[in-house]
């Protein structure tokens, strides 16, 4: 069984930052596209970032573009998500999700995406 644990988030002022880590146990990390979603009160659940199998390309919603940084570490079985220059819009439970993909998917639709986190609570203050 595939297990996504999230952590990092916190509470943090506007231009803060705060990096989260998803560790995946049960499956083969270096097989899985790994993306980051996350949901704000009463929106829907949104793209955030993605990267591939081996960390070479990666793919970002406008909104965090420049703003956040997806990387992994196939070693340690962990995807991060690096948020700089944060701003209140960014407040959101932040969920980590794994896809049985082809080597290079990097895509924004949630559905492909089969193995997915609690999520973590990201809460930026103005």
């Known amino acids: 069984q595939v297990r996504l644990v999230e952590s990092g988030g916190g509470l943090v002022q506007a231009g803060g930052s705060l990096r989260l880590s998803c560790a995946v146990s049960g499956g083969t990390f270096s097989t899985y596209a790994m993306g980051w979603f996350r949901q704000a009160p009463g929106k829907d659940r949104e793209f955030v970032s993605a990267i591939t199998w081996s960390g070479g390309s990666t793919n970002y919603a406008d909104s965090v573009k420049g703003r956040f940084t997806i990387s992994r570490d196939n070693a340690k079985n962990t995807v991060y998500l690096q948020m700089n220059s944060l701003e209140p819009e960014d407040t959101a439970v932040y969920y980590c999700?794994?896809?049985?993909?082809?080597?290079?998917?990097?895509?924004?639709?949630?559905?492909?995406?089969?193995?997915w986190g609690q999520g973590t609570q990201a809460t930026v203050s103005s």
């Open positions: 999700a794994a896809a049985r993909s082809s080597p290079g998917y990097i895509g924004a639709n949630s559905g492909v995406y089969e193995y």
